[in-house]
């Protein structure tokens, strides 16, 4: 429906120039249910069945690849790096152009299976899957709506009673529209906050000298140089979307000045109840780039350097050098930016990355610094578009002598019932067991 929605805009800006207010029009691209599935299942799946091996979750993922026979090497620092617990709470995924929200809605259905296994009530697992497990940014707003009105829906089909803990606050939606800075005047809404009191004592009149030295030590409180530095970063959101870096250091400040303003938001006086609404989505945004994740999944944008505006293209030259050539490439090292160590980077890219020479680079930093676990090539129309893609999961440090599980996959044009051959049908997808998908080197 989304894409439906988007279409004759994409149309006229396809092929130009891109201004940053239609970046999303140029680079949304609706997923097939059977990739997201092989994503999903291959990241958040191969997180829990590393550490338990035997459970029933494997029988819930059709498109689940199983590791095959390893060097001795490779095996040696998975059981080094597995461990021997995990707590569903602790899981994070992120999609970091997450569109109207197909991923994230795949990963709550794994998500909840896994809660059911630990034999969570099941009238809490919406909630605690909501708040502690996924996460979603994009640059654009319709589609930061539809995707938190899915996962939103998904959640209350399992919880009748989700809608009322969302008003209480018990329900915390971490999927965001990424929201601009530049209209914010930070210093007129840290005072109405009020934080340290100084309002009330009358000492507010030089809160805001330029020369930041000399202000007091209440008034130079680290919240409020926080909240510059979130100002400065997100000024230019639309643009740069998931590629603002927010320094992880900072996580847990965030979460704490975040945590205020939801409470100053629902309780606060009639000048911190204004302010602190206003501010709250910049730190949401802030805190979930702060925060490093067991997997990245996504169906990044693709935009090659001849669409980026000049401010897009600065940035991908600076930054990125290895992967400037296109958005998808920025996203596929940024991905791992957002990882934490031995999490999986899962996206569907264009398959131009592995054959340009412009992209040698960025081949030999994902060869040497991460392993790939498996790979689905696709060859033309197979996503529905005219050119060849590439599912890939990839380990955050993982050994580079793992031998990964590899299919290509090729289009059979049969009418109305469109659909990739060279995969075994739905009722067979025992894919570790399939010839085409031993694992290889």
Aim: charged fraction near 20%; hydrophobic fraction near 40%.
């Amino acid at each position: 429906m989304y894409q439906f929605y988007i279409s004759e805009k994409k149309d006229q800006v396809i092929g130009n120039v891109v201004k940053s207010e239609d970046i999303p029009a140029a680079t949304q691209l609706f997923t097939p249910n059977w990739i997201v599935q092989y994503l999903v299942q291959n990241s958040i799946g191969r997180q829990w069945l590393q550490t338990y091996p035997d459970s029933p979750l494997k029988n819930s993922l059709p498109y689940y690849i199983g590791p095959g026979d390893q060097p001795s090497e490779v095996l040696a620092q998975l059981a080094a790096s597995t461990p021997q617990s995990i707590e569903p709470e602790s899981i994070k995924v992120l999609d970091p152009a997450c569109g109207s929200g197909h991923i994230l809605v795949e990963a709550y259905k794994i998500l909840k299976v896994i809660y059911e296994e630990r034999g969570y009530r099941s009238r809490d697992i919406p909630q605690l899957i909501l708040k502690h497990n996924l996460f979603g940014l994009d640059i654009d707003d319709r589609a930061g709506q539809l995707a938190g009105f899915a996962l939103m829906m998904l959640a209350r089909e399992d919880d009748r009673r989700l809608f009322s803990r969302v008003a209480d606050g018990q329900v915390t939606l971490n999927v965001l529209a990424l929201q601009e800075s530049r209209h914010l005047d930070v210093q007129s809404l840290w005072h109405q906050l009020n934080l340290t009191g100084d309002w009330h004592k009358g000492r507010s009149q030089g809160l805001f000298e330029d020369n930041q030295a000399e202000l007091g030590s209440d008034t130079a409180d680290n919240r409020y140089q926080l909240l510059k530095q979130i100002v400065e970063k997100f000024r230019d959101a639309k643009t740069f979307g998931s590629l603002i870096e927010v320094d992880a250091s900072g996580a847990e400040a965030l979460l704490s000045l975040h945590q205020q303003l939801e409470q100053l938001g629902r309780a606060g006086d009639v000048m911190q109840k204004p302010a602190a609404q206003r501010l709250l989505p910049y730190v949401h945004q802030a805190w979930v780039l702060a925060q490093r994740y067991d997997s990245v999944i996504a169906n990044p944008p693709y935009m090659g350097s001849k669409g980026m505006n000049a401010q897009l293209k600065d940035f991908a030259k600076s930054s990125y050098p290895n992967s400037k050539s296109d958005l998808f490439a920025i996203f596929m090292e940024r991905g791992f930016e957002l990882l934490k160590p031995n999490g999986f980077n899962a996206l569907v890219t264009m398959q131009s990355w592995m054959f340009l020479s412009s992209y040698e680079s960025l081949r030999l930093k994902i060869l040497t610094e991460s392993s790939i676990e498996c790979m689905a090539h696709m060859a033309n129309m197979v996503m529905g578009i005219a050119f060849g893609t590439a599912a890939t999961v990839c380990r955050k440090g993982g050994n580079p002598a793992t031998k990964g599980a590899y299919c290509y996959i090729e289009y059979e044009d049969i009418g109305d019932n469109d659909r990739p051959v060279n995969f075994p049908p739905m009722n067979e997808r025992n894919l570790k067991a399939a010839k085409h998908n031993e694992p290889s080197s």
